[in-house]
C-alpha cells in the first residue's frame, strides 16, 4: 500500500524542474457538515467545491455554517530534508487547519490566498491526516459585514503542496509567491524598478541569488548575481534594475516580462513571476493614460459566482467571461465587493 501511494504523490504534476516542487491537493478530500458529528457522512468530493451545492444543505438553501474537509497526505522519508507547505488560493470565510491533530494556522478572509507551513507537524514515510475546518458564518471582524453577495461556505479555490529546501523564496507573504516588482521610473527609453525577494530560512544568515529579466521576445535582457543578507520573513531582499529600450505595456500590445530569481549556488530554489512595464496616469481633464496614450474605459462588473456553480469556478469559466468581456467590446472589469483570483488579472495582463 505505502508503494501505491508514494508512486501516487509522485506521478502528481510537479510545476517546475528545479528542486522546489509544487503538487496539486485539489482531489480526493472528504467533506460533511460539522452538524453531522462523524465523518461516517463525508462525501468524497473535488476542489474548487462550496457546500452551498451540497444536497443535504437544502436544495438552493443559502446556508451560513461550519464544514469538515479531510485528506491524507503520503510523505515519502526522501522528503525529510525539505520544507512544506500548503497553499489554499481562496477559503470562505474562515480556515483553521490541522495536520495530525496539531493546528498549523487559521486565516480569516474569503478572498485571498494564504500558506501555511507543515513541516513541523509532518510525520515522514507515512499517511499524514490534513483537516480544514471552514465557517462562513456572519463575523462583524470579517470583510465584508454587509453585502447582497452570497458567501458561499467552502474551499472555493485550488489548493498546493509545495515542497522546498530549507533556504528558499517564502511562499509565506501575504499569499504571494514571494516576488514583488515595484515600477519606480517608466519612460518610453527606460525602465527604473525594484525587485523585492522575501526568502525565508531555517538558519542561514545570507543567500546567493541570481536574477534574470526575459523580455517578450523571449531574450535575456539582463541579470544579476548578489549575495543577499536575510533578515527576516517580512523583510525582502531588495535589488534595483534598469532595463533600456523596453517594450512597454499597451493594451493593444499586451508585453510581459518574466523576472526569474534562483537561490543557492545550485538553484536550491527558483520562481518566475511576469510583469508588465506601464506609465499610467488619470485626472478628470484627459481620463486614462497609458504610457501616454489616452485610453477610454468600457467596463463592466464582473461578480464572484454563476449558476450552478456557485463560486467555486474553475480556469475555464474565467476564459468564457473574459471572451464574452471582450466580445462586446469591453477593455477594463471591475471586481465587484473583493478580488477574484490570481487566474483572472494573470489572464488580463496577457490580453
Known amino acids: 500500500m505505502k508503494r501505491y501511494l508514494i508512486t501516487l504523490l509522485l506521478c502528481l504534476v510537479a510545476f517546475t524542474a528545479t528542486a522546489r516542487e509544487v503538487y496539486s491537493l485539489n482531489d480526493n478530500?472528504?467533506?460533511?457538515?460539522?452538524?453531522?458529528?462523524?465523518?461516517?457522512?463525508?462525501?468524497?468530493?473535488?476542489?474548487?467545491?462550496?457546500?452551498?451545492?451540497?444536497?443535504?444543505?437544502?436544495?438552493?438553501?443559502?446556508?451560513?455554517?461550519?464544514?469538515?474537509?479531510?485528506?491524507d497526505i503520503f510523505v515519502p522519508n526522501e522528503w525529510?530534508?525539505?520544507?512544506?507547505?500548503?497553499?489554499?488560493?481562496?477559503?470562505?470565510?474562515?480556515?483553521?487547519?490541522?495536520?495530525?491533530?496539531?493546528?498549523?494556522?487559521?486565516?480569516?478572509?474569503?478572498?485571498?490566498?494564504?500558506?501555511?507551513?507543515?513541516?513541523?507537524?509532518?510525520?515522514?514515510d507515512r499517511n499524514n491526516s490534513v483537516v480544514v475546518v471552514v465557517s462562513n458564518a456572519y463575523q462583524n471582524d470579517i470583510l465584508p459585514t454587509s453585502s447582497e453577495v452570497n458567501l458561499y461556505g467552502g474551499i472555493y479555490r485550488d489548493v498546493e503542496l509545495i515542497v522546498t529546501e530549507p533556504t528558499t523564496i517564502s511562499p509565506l507573504y501575504y499569499g504571494t509567491?514571494?516576488?514583488?516588482?515595484?515600477?519606480?521610473?517608466?519612460?518610453?527609453?527606460?525602465?527604473?524598478?525594484?525587485?523585492?525577494?522575501?526568502?525565508?530560512?531555517?538558519?542561514?544568515?545570507?543567500?546567493?541569488?541570481?536574477?534574470?529579466?526575459?523580455?517578450?521576445?523571449?531574450?535575456?535582457v539582463l541579470s544579476r548575481y548578489i549575495k543577499g543578507r536575510i533578515e527576516?520573513?517580512?523583510?525582502?531582499?531588495?535589488?534595483?534594475?534598469?532595463?533600456?529600450?523596453?517594450?512597454?505595456w499597451y493594451p493593444s500590445e499586451p508585453n510581459l516580462y518574466t523576472i526569474t530569481v534562483g537561490i543557492g549556488?545550485?538553484?536550491?530554489?527558483?520562481?518566475?513571476?511576469?510583469?508588465?512595464?506601464?506609465?499610467?496616469?488619470?485626472?478628470?481633464e484627459s481620463g486614462l493614460k497609458i504610457n501616454g496614450e489616452r485610453v477610454p474605459i468600457r467596463g463592466v462588473?464582473?461578480?464572484?459566482?454563476?449558476?450552478?456553480?456557485?463560486s467555486a469556478l474553475r480556469t475555464r469559466h474565467y476564459d468564457e467571461d473574459l471572451e464574452q468581456i471582450r466580445d462586446i467590446g469591453a477593455n477594463a472589469i471591475r471586481s465587484t465587493t473583493a478580488p477574484h483570483a490570481q487566474y483572472l488579472y494573470d489572464r488580463c495582463d496577457e490580453m
Open 265 to 284: 549556488t545550485h538553484e536550491e530554489d527558483q520562481v518566475s513571476v511576469t510583469t508588465g512595464f506601464r506609465r499610467i496616469e488619470a485626472s478628470a
Open 301 to 310: 462588473a464582473l461578480h464572484h459566482d454563476r449558476a450552478a456553480i456557485g
Open 232 to 248: 527576516g520573513n517580512n523583510k525582502p531582499i531588495n535589488i534595483p534594475i534598469t532595463l533600456e529600450e523596453p517594450l512597454l
Open 177 to 220: 509567491d514571494g516576488i514583488i516588482v515595484h515600477q519606480n521610473n517608466i519612460t518610453d527609453t527606460s525602465v527604473d524598478a525594484t525587485v523585492s525577494v522575501y526568502v525565508t530560512t531555517l538558519s542561514e544568515k545570507a543567500c546567493d541569488l541570481a536574477l534574470a529579466v526575459r523580455a517578450p521576445t523571449g531574450d535575456v
Open 80 to 124: 525529510s530534508n525539505k520544507r512544506l507547505f500548503v497553499k489554499f488560493y481562496g477559503v470562505q470565510s474562515i480556515a483553521d487547519v490541522f495536520v495530525n491533530g496539531h493546528h498549523a494556522g487559521e486565516h480569516r478572509g474569503g478572498w485571498t490566498a494564504f500558506t501555511f507551513e507543515i513541516t513541523p507537524y509532518i510525520e515522514f
Open 29 to 71: 478530500w472528504q467533506f460533511f457538515f460539522k452538524l453531522e458529528t462523524s465523518s461516517d457522512y463525508a462525501r468524497h468530493i473535488s476542489l474548487p467545491h462550496t457546500w452551498n451545492l451540497d444536497a443535504l444543505a437544502g436544495k438552493g438553501e443559502y446556508l451560513q455554517t461550519i464544514a469538515n474537509y479531510t485528506r
